[in-house]
């Protein structure tokens, strides 16, 4: 590939899975600041929701103190890919905004109140509540 701006091109037009993960670790292993928005753009597209566990793994290479609450919801709603790759990359956060992490909060305890199905996401959930005792 000739530039990043034609990596981040083919990464986010890619039709298949197998070539967006592998333009997607590329691009991660770039470290440029241009990649998260279009693993984020990537990861919120809705018909790439059972696409997308690659997609965060790479997304845990930069700094994400600013997506909190993004990551929240995608423990509380990803599938175990997903929601184990968003959890790790919440327990790197350094930094967090006072006001996302209250949002954050008020989501983990209405996901917990509501009840899981899924023994794995109750377990994560109860792990990110208890970062708040």
């Known amino acids: 590939m000739d530039s990043l701006g034609e990596l981040l091109d083919k990464l986010s037009t890619a039709d298949n899975s197998l070539e ?12 440029d ?20 566990g690659t997609l965060v793994n ?21 599938n175990w890919e997903v929601s184990h790759e968003a959890m790790r990359i919440l327990e790197k956060i350094d930094y967090l ?20 199905d899924e023994e794995w996401r109750t377990d994560l959930v109860n792990d990110l509540l208890a970062m708040f005792d």
């Open 58 to 78: 790479c997304l845990g290479s930069f700094d994400c103190s600013g997506k909190f609450l993004w990551l929240a919801k995608l423990v509380c709603h990803g």
């Open 20 to 31: 967006r993960n592998a333009l997607a670790v590329k691009a991660a292993e770039t470290g």
């Open 33 to 52: 600041p241009a990649v998260p928005k279009i693993l984020v753009e990537l990861i919120d597209r809705h018909e790439l929701a059972n696409e997308r």
């Open 97 to 116: 905004d006072a006001r996302e992490v209250q949002q954050g909060y008020d989501l983990l305890l209405m996901t917990a109140e509501a009840g899981m």
